[in-house]
Nanobody
């Protein structure tokens, strides 16, 4: 039932920007906190950011703070991640996740690849 479909990834130069989107369906989107999580090849998942159900409270990993901005449009059932000043170490598959209880891993999308390279 729950579907999360990420899009917007791609290949960008260091210092560039990307805006990721996550289209949600199969649940009441506006009732749930949402997250972005990323995973580099061969590595475990890394939490990136969380936004509360109403969009008024956000939090970020130290590694992306000041560069990334999480937002949501509850009327469109869509979650966003604006990524600026991208670095090679941001290279990963980025996943949109639906919060389950106190964790970010309740439901995952298929992911969208971000490659930051010259």
């Amino acid at each position: 039932e729950v579907q999360l479909v990420e899009s917007g990834g791609g290949l960008v130069q260091p210092g560039g920007s990307l805006r990721l989107s996550c289209a949600a369906s199969g649940f009441t989107f506006s009732s749930y906190a949402m997250n972005w999580v990323r995973q580099a090849p061969g590595k475990g998942p890394e939490w990136v950011s969380t936004i509360n159900s109403g969009g008024g409270s956000t939090s970020y990993a130290d590694s992306v703070k000041g560069r990334f901005t999480i937002s949501r449009d509850n009327a469109k059932n869509t979650l966003y991640l604006q990524m600026n000043s991208l670095k090679p170490e941001d290279t990963a598959v980025y996943y949109c996740t639906k919060t389950l209880g106190s964790t970010y891993g309740g439901s995952w999308g298929q992911g969208t690849q971000v490659i930051v390279s010259s």
